[in-house]
């Protein structure tokens, strides 16, 4: 099992960027492929994104491809979601989740989640 703490959200104005962060604690956090998702209100929690336990392969939802990275930093134990061109759609609380098995956008594939981090972004 590993601890989860997301933070870095705020209120954004459209265009603006965000970092996001998800420090680990508790077991070897290279050990986790590491995803990021999303839930705007009154919608379903849905895959954003997903990171290598190496960090060398990255996959990405087709509605945020191009705007989002995410990264991590192993010696650190932290992996981060780097947004870009903020757009009022994003607006949702973003989670961090992982998982000791296959990368995967299957949310229930991942055991170990965060709390979330509000994003808001005006127009």
């Known amino acids: 099992q590993v601890q989860l703490v997301e933070s870095g959200g705020g209120l954004a104005q459209a265009g603006d960027s965000l970092r996001l962060s998800c420090a680990a604690s508790?077991?070897?956090?290279?050990?986790?492929?590491m995803a990021w998702f999303r839930q705007a209100p009154g919608d379903e929690r849905e895959f954003v994104g997903y990171?290598?336990?190496?960090?060398?392969?990255?996959y990405y939802a087709d509605s945020v491809k191009g705007r989002f990275t995410i990264s991590r930093d192993n010696a650190k134990n932290t992996v981060f979601l780097q947004i870009n061109s903020l757009k009022p759609e994003d607006t949702a609380v973003y989670y961090c989740?992982?998982?000791?098995?296959?990368?995967?956008?299957?949310?229930?594939?991942?055991?170990?989640w965060g709390q979330g981090t509000q994003v808001t972004v005006s127009s």
């Open positions: 989740a992982a998982t000791g098995g296959i990368a995967t956008p299957n949310r229930a594939q991942y055991y170990d």
């Open positions: 508790g077991r070897t956090f290279s050990r986790y492929v």
């Open positions: 990171i290598s336990r190496s960090g060398a392969t990255t």
